[in-house]
């Protein structure tokens, strides 16, 4: 079993190839903050002085692009576009408005990538690896309860979710992925990581009270004592690290290694406290008399909820009852096609507004990224296109790390690499082709897993970085610290999704499991979020990870998301952990609250009194 198990450090050395976004050597990229110092210069501009990018709002329209181009704080060293370039030097001042509205609309157009992305690709890739590498539910999926969905993934048909709905190790990873690719990304600058920070403890705020309060709105019930203690007061010990590295203003090894040990041990916990809990269900069981009518615990009801659901899928409905051999031409034809026509006639108007936006996104995905599904006969093998994917992925891999400086690199001056990866492809892609038939895949299929989890990992990570450079470009725009930029728009867009998915499956009539994901999806993020972000960048020479707290917001933040969970530590137990739609309402009330207070610190109305 050891042979099979994912060591840390395979995780640690596999995202750090893959989130080389910023270049070795003293990168910064633009900081919308308060800070200006001279200490993280841009390289290749020295000739002028580090300006707060945001001043650029005081000046003529017509110095605006000479003091974007010229200001080392106005520069993005990852990415492949400059979009505070393109608001101020590609727009004329009248057209300002045109520019911020074409920025957000391409800002919610990414949230929908990285979602489509996680669904339909990241997440069934990795339930595929985990199912081949044989690890059991408790380390591939967790414990008992469900984590988060993403991209507005349907509750019971989220692909992440295994028998055992609660991934707390590697299927965590998927659902989460969203979130902790936009935070690495994030605390690669400095200069940025309040970003991530108010992206992360925002989030944490909102799924805790308002989709917490929703759930009890929409059906009250009566939540599941010891995992919600046991998940809460993790939650809290990982708020507690992280507002002691703000208070020092740094992360040092020690302290990043902390938060991945802190998710280690969480991990045991949930493992230890599921093997328990059922083997005393075991024995009890044993003891019960013959005929008592016995009371299903919530792991077993959630079980069966997902065998039911895995039992069932949607597309059976849908397969011919006359089958004839497809050429293969055919089978690359219908491998490419993103749209279920008998589907789309069921479908309400608004889901199919929605689906002609993803059209684009998962045409493109199907090219690039390989799909292994063990749950069906074929495994998803598709002879033609996956041939093609043999060509097509390690080109995108080779095109996305670092934003493409890997793939134009020529190897002795003559070559570029890129075209040394299109012909071994080809190469590979050919002996497929001609070794293997349309109908059995192949003994060596399994490598296809592989490849797509890393190709839709670097489009995560891809998106992700567009994410963060956007939002930056606003916040200079807008004069936003980076911190309300991370707990309003980066926040509300990583975890639009997860609220749909359980406000529909406490709908469906699973308030508790929706309830136990508020709380066991958000400690994953948090901890490996602020954890291995750090950690990556102190592998990247940096002797300590630095953080720039924009003032009083980010304490205020952080003080609200404490108070939060202190609240609902003392407030749930109280209620007999009986919640109703008064409790409900106070969690929605908190979170109006503290927007209120958050904007009007940022905007200077609510400050500290200069001594």
């Not at 000479?66 to 608001?87: A, K, M, Q, V």
């Not at 009250?220 to 002691?244: E, G, H, K, W």
């Not at 269900?281 to 065998?307: A, Y």
């Not at 990247?540 to 998301?561: F, I, M, N, Q, Y």
Request: charged share 15%.
């Amino acid at each position: 079993m050891a042979g099979r198990q994912l060591r840390p450090h395979w995780v640690l050395h596999l995202l750090h190839a893959l989130l080389m976004v910023e270049t070795m050597s003293g990168a910064s990229g633009p900081s919308i903050g308060t800070h200006t110092s001279p200490e993280f210069p841009a390289s290749g501009v020295d000739q002028s002085p580090v300006v707060d990018c945001r001043r650029v709002c005081n000046l003529n329209a017509s110095d605006r692009c000479d003091f974007i181009r010229t200001n080392p704080d106005c520069h993005s060293h990852s990415g492949y576009l400059d979009y505070l370039e393109g608001i101020f030097c590609h727009f004329p001042g009248e057209l300002l408005p045109l520019a911020i509205t074409l920025h957000a609309f391409w800002l919610l157009y990414l949230f929908l990538i990285l979602g489509v992305t996680a669904e339909k690709f990241f997440c069934p890739n990795l339930s595929a690896i985990s199912t081949m590498l044989k690890l059991s539910h408790n380390v591939a999926g967790g414990g008992s309860w469900p984590t988060q969905g993403v991209g507005g993934l349907g509750p019971l048909h989220r692909p992440c979710l295994d028998s055992l709905p609660h991934g707390v190790t590697f299927l965590a990873f998927g659902n989460g992925a969203p979130d902790i690719f936009s935070a690495l990304v994030a605390f690669s600058d400095p200069h940025t990581a309040g970003l991530a920070l108010g992206a992360l403890f925002g989030a944490g705020v909102l799924v805790t009270t308002v989709v917490a309060g929703g759930i009890a709105i929409l059906r009250p019930f009566t939540a599941a004592s010891r995992p919600f203690l046991r998940d809460i007061i993790f939650y809290m010990v990982a708020v507690y690290l992280t507002f002691n590295a703000l208070y020092f203003g740094r992360v040092t090894l020690a302290w990043a290694l902390s938060y991945l040990g802190l998710y280690v041990f969480y991990v045991a916990t949930v493992v230890l406290c599921t093997w328990i809990y059922r083997w005393q269900r075991r024995r009890s069981l044993i003891h019960s008399m013959p005929g008592t009518p016995e009371m299903l615990s919530d792991s077993e009801e959630e079980d069966r909820v997902s065998s039911t659901t895995n039992s069932y899928d949607y597309r059976e409905e849908y397969q011919p009852l006359l089958f004839s051999q497809e050429t293969t031409p055919q089978i690359l034809v219908r491998a490419l096609n993103p749209l279920d026509y008998r589907k789309w006639r069921n479908k309400p108007a608004y889901w199919r507004v929605l689906k002609v936006f993803k059209l684009p996104v998962e045409f493109l995905l199907l090219l690039t990224v390989p799909l292994v599904d063990p749950d069906k006969e074929d495994r998803n093998w598709k002879r033609p296109l996956n041939c093609l994917h043999l060509v097509v992925s390690p080109l995108v891999l080779v095109l996305t790390l670092q934003s493409g400086a890997y793939g134009v690199y020529e190897l002795g001056g003559l070559f570029p690499i890129w075209g040394v990866v299109v012909i071994a492809g080809t190469a590979v892609a050919s002996v497929t082709f001609f070794a293997t038939s349309n109908s059995k895949p192949p003994r060596l299929h399994w490598i296809f897993a592989f490849l797509g989890f890393l190709t839709s990992a670097l489009w995560i990570n891809v998106a992700a970085t567009e994410v963060v450079n956007i939002l930056r470009s606003l916040g200079v725009v807008f004069r936003l610290s980076n911190t309300v930029l991370g707990l309003t728009l980066l926040a509300w867009g990583n975890s639009i999704g997860d609220a749909f998915s359980d406000f529909t499956l406490a709908r469906q009539g699973y308030p508790r499991m929706a309830f136990s994901a508020c709380f066991g999806g958000i400690i994953f993020n948090i901890l490996v979020g602020v954890g291995l972000g750090c950690l990556l960048q102190i592998s990247r020479g940096h002797p300590e990870v630095k953080l720039e707290p924009d003032g009083l917001l980010v304490w205020v933040l952080a003080g609200t998301l404490g108070l939060s969970l202190v609240c609902s530590l003392v407030s749930v137990p109280v209620q007999c952990f009986q919640l109703n739609k008064v409790y409900g309402f106070c969690l929605l009330f908190f979170y109006v609250n503290f927007l209120v207070v958050a904007l009007l610190t940022e905007f200077g109305v609510i400050r500290l009194k200069s001594v």
